[in-house]
């Protein structure tokens, strides 16, 4: 699952890090691989990553335990604990509460999705509060929480083209948007990024086969 932003934020960490790893591409959803079901039986997703052969899974865990696990180099976690659980606090809001309302506008039209842009603009309004006075949410330097939500600087721009409604703008989150442009400039994270023009043709196809199988 080449566009998966999961995969991405564990791709990131482990290029922060300086770490070399081999990346295996799995066919998401249908066609799972053997090795997939066995490295990850609990909840058959990717990403996995695999190190000395024990498996893990969840990317948000992943990232933490890279960072424990090399501790040399780039810090990804935040050196004080209020910090550090103020950045979990806002990941975990970023998943429970950003991702579902921007699937719904991604995969209904008329009433229900104008409904799930409301609750879109909303939420991503409050996520930028986690941003006041600074560059990056980890301050001036990204950290975990810069990839945790960073998935969200790459696909939320496409996924406004592929429905031609716009959530984050200068209006509506003017701190977040200015995170997107300064989070993608970042040498690591520009160097592992999906291609857009494939990325915008897979995210129309599939908004397509969203709507017509409802
Ligand atoms: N909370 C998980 C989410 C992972 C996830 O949703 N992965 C998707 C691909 S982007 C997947 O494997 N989907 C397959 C399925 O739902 O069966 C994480 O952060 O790792």
């Known amino acids: 699952m080449w566009a998966s932003g999961f995969a991405l934020r564990v791709e990131w960490a482990l290029k922060l890090k300086g770490i070399e790893y081999e990346y295996v591409n799995e066919d998401i959803p249908f066609n799972k691989s053997e090795e997939l079901l066995r490295l990850n039986p609990v909840t058959k997703k ?12 969840e990317s948000l865990v992943i990232i933490e335990y890279i960072d424990e696990t090399w501790k040399e180099g780039y810090s990804i976690m935040p050196k004080d604990p209020y910090d550090r659980a103020q950045a979990r606090f806002w990941a975990k809001f970023a998943d429970d509460k950003c991702t579902m309302p921007l699937f719904h ?63 984050v703008d200068d209006e509506n989150a003017p701190l977040l948007k200015a995170w997107f442009g300064n989070f993608l400039e970042v040498d690591v994270i ?17 908004r397509e086969q969203l709507l017509s199988a409802e």
Do not use: H
């Open 105 to 167: 506008v991604f995969s209904t039209e008329g009433e229900a999705q104008q409904k799930a842009v409301e609750e879109a603009r909303e939420v991503f309004k409050t996520l930028e509060k986690a941003l006041e006075g600074k560059k990056f949410f980890g301050g001036d330097c990204i950290n975990y929480l810069d990839l945790a939500i960073g998935w969200f600087a790459f696909w939320l721009p496409i996924i406004e083209e592929t429905v031609s409604i716009s959530m």
């Open 46 to 57: 990717i990403p996995v990553l695999v190190y000395n052969g024990k498996p893990l899974a």
């Open 190 to 206: 520009k160097s592992i990024l999906p291609p857009r023009d494939k990325t915008c043709e897979m995210s129309k196809m599939r």
